[in-house]
């Protein structure tokens, strides 16, 4: 277990790494100062650097030997549009940004593996450092592959992580096949009559019907699929009116649909299409449904997710390795990379006590303490999966 042991020497620049990037927190699409400072010290490892692929996304390529396979580990950069709580001197620098959901950690993670990878070069194939942009909603993931990640960087098989708020220091969490949800947003919009809200029998009220099929949703989870099929349909705005005495013409009703399969959300689509037109029409109303999927679910190869839980009980034991991780019902759209490429997501606990913020939350940290032991994480990968041919 040379690999940790090793990052732990230089774990004190990990965490200045990581601060400084806490301190700078960058939206999606807007990670300029974050991908300098990526591409600059991937450059100082002696790695390429290529850049531009969705936006600000940066793949570093490190080559050893002769052997053609290639795996690829991945990183997100973005932050969040929250104003941080904490106090500590590593806090946001720019109001309203915040490093929320412990990318800079993730980052710095895969930065600290970089430079053992570049250092030691005790593997023989190639490895694509992948610092992906905007995973928060807004499609970083999808843009590189867009881009032509895959085409530009073939790859054997590609892996990610995530902090895990709650999850014990020195704990690894995954499970094969389906992980995380896939994720579709969605609004129907609802066309009545306006009337004088004294004389409701002149309108056709878009707000009573509103009401009625954002009630009737439900009834798709509770009484059209097995108890067992895990689906969620969440109505999270309801947007009509602007006046005390005015029933208005139309109104609005959105949210988010979460499942396992894109079997499931297109059952789901067919079926909110069929409830909000045919109770809009009951009541003399129209309705129309605007679905899109922004996240695809998010599927581990089962041999890739074996190997990535092998490789992590390696460094913390197979006690602290759990294989067999609950279900998801959030999104990662690391998902839209899993669809091309066999490969495997794992979360790494971000400690308890202080650290078992939730992600999202205005007093969430990175746990710099995760550090080492997440870069070894990726650095063992590629030592086990391009393991040098000793001899030639
Ligand atoms: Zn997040
Ligand atoms: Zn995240």
Redesign the pocket.
């Known amino acids: 277990m040379g690999s940790l042991k090793q990052i732990e020497k230089f774990h004190d620049e990990l965490t200045l790494w990581r601060r400084d990037i806490h301190a700078h927190p960058e939206l999606g699409f807007e990670e300029n100062r974050t991908s300098d400072l990526v591409s600059e010290k991937l450059s100082s490892f002696g790695i390429d650097v290529h850049r531009g692929l969705g936006k600000t996304g940066v793949v570093g390529t490190l080559r050893v030997g002769n052997q053609t396979t290639a795996i690829g580990l991945r990183a997100d950069m973005d932050a969040?549009p929250i104003m941080e709580g904490n106090t500590f001197d590593h806090k946001s620098v720019y109001d309203g940004k915040m490093h929320?959901?412990g990318?800079d950690g993730h980052t710095t993670m895969l930065l600290g593996a970089a430079r053992y990878l570049a250092e030691t070069k005790n593997f023989e194939g190639c490895v694509h450092f992948i610092f992906q942009p905007a995973?928060?909603g807004l499609g970083g993931g999808d843009a590189m592959v867009q881009d032509g990640l895959f085409e530009q960087f073939p790859m054997d098989a590609i892996f990610g992580m995530h902090n895990r708020p709650g999850a014990p220091f020195g704990q690894f969490i995954i499970r094969s096949g389906p992980m995380m949800a896939g994720g579709a947003f969605f609004d129907i919009t609802i066309d009545g009559k306006g009337a004088h809200a004294g004389r409701p029998e002149n309108s056709i009220d878009p707000v009573l019907v509103a009401s009625h099929i954002t009630t009737a949703l439900q009834s798709i989870i509770s009484r059209n699929l097995k108890a067992t099929e895990p689906l969620v349909i969440s109505v999270t705005k309801i947007h009509s009116g602007s006046a005390y005495n005015v029933i208005p013409q139309s109104a609005i009703l959105s949210g988010t649909v979460r499942a396992f399969s894109s079997e499931m959300l297109a059952f789901a689509e067919a079926r909110m299409l069929d409830i909000a037109q045919n109770v809009a029409s009951a009541f003399g109303a129209t309705a129309a449904l605007d679905f899109q999927i922004k996240f695809l679910p998010l599927i581990n190869t089962e041999s890739e997710a074996e190997f990535a839980a092998d490789t992590a009980a390696e460094l913390v034991g197979e006690e602290n390795m759990d294989r067999n991780g609950p279900l998801i019902m959030g999104s990662e759209d690391f998902s839209f990379m899993l669809n091309r490429c066999p490969g495997a997501y794992i979360n790494i606990g971000n400690g308890g006590g202080q650290s078992d913020c939730e992600?999202?939350n205005p007093g969430y940290d990175f746990n710099d303490d995760i550090l080492s032991l997440g870069s070894s994480y990726y650095a063992r990968l590629v030592e086990r999966r391009l393991v040098k041919q000793e001899g030639l």
């Open positions: 969040l929320a959901c990318h995973e928060e992600v999202h």
